[in-house]
């Protein structure tokens, strides 16, 4: 499976951007996706999951301000955030996951730069 990520860019604080991961097959009602991601000098971290049942869960510092969706027909993962933080500058990662089978695939990243 390939991950190809992209929608980072420069935003103001309090503005919104929207990243997309197009996967190279249909392999969302099977993967549960992520998205991470790495701010400099600090560990990846969890930003958002969506199981394959379409459950979703979000990490305390974007829950109500970042959602996570897919499109099963375009196999594309999204992820929306708005009123965006300085803090939230980071390079983002989607991840597609399949525990059971040791399957771990990462997308290359796209950076958010969020500053005024």
């Known amino acids: 499976v390939q991950l190809q990520a992209s929608g980072g860019g420069l935003v103001q604080p309090g503005g919104s951007l929207r990243l997309s991961c197009a996967a190279s097959r249909s392999i969302f009602s099977i993967y549960t996706m992520g998205w991470y991601r790495q701010a400099p000098g600090k560990e990846r971290e969890l930003v958002a999951l969506?199981?394959?049942?379409?459950?979703?869960n979000y990490a305390e510092s974007v829950k109500g301000r970042f959602t996570i969706s897919g499109d099963n027909a375009q196999n594309t993962l999204y992820l929306q955030m708005n009123s965006l933080k300085p803090e939230d500058t980071a390079v983002y990662y989607c991840?597609?996951?399949?525990?059971?089978?040791?399957?771990?695939?990462w997308g290359q990243g796209t950076e958010v730069t969020v500053s005024s």
């Open positions: 991840n597609a996951k399949l525990v059971y089978a040791g399957h771990n695939y």
């Open positions: 969506r199981t394959s049942g379409g459950s979703t």
